[in-house]
């Protein structure tokens, strides 16, 4: 019997991963066009068109998981997930460890 793999998924990084403020994606993974945005319950959050490594602010955005679709410079569509989190977290998380 002869099975056919499955295509592996196509994942593309963001950083920083959770995120507060304003996040990247991985330049190491191609340029990305345009991505797309929705929260868990699928709501669309944002859409962007990017210009090189541009900065996409997420300040004003749902807290929570966010999954994202991104269509890339050379046609390819990828994928990833994003957890936007309060802007103070990352200070209290630090504090608590002093």
């Not at 019997?1 to 991963?17: Q, R, W």
């Not at 990305?32 to 929260?39: N, Q, R, T, Y």
């Not at 991104?70 to 209290?92: D, P, R, S, T």
């Amino acid at each position: 019997m002869f099975v056919l793999p499955l295509e592996t998924e196509k994942v593309l990084g963001v950083f920083p991963n959770p995120a507060s403020s304003s996040i990247s994606f991985d330049p190491y993974s191609g340029m990305v066009e345009e991505v797309k945005f929705w929260s868990a319950d699928g709501k669309l959050v944002h859409t962007k068109k990017i210009k090189g490594t541009e900065k996409i602010s997420i300040e004003s955005w749902p807290k929570g998981l966010n999954i994202f679709k991104a269509m890339m410079e050379n046609g390819e569509m990828k994928n990833g997930k994003l957890m936007v989190q309060q802007a103070n977290w990352e200070y209290k998380r630090d504090a608590a460890l002093l």
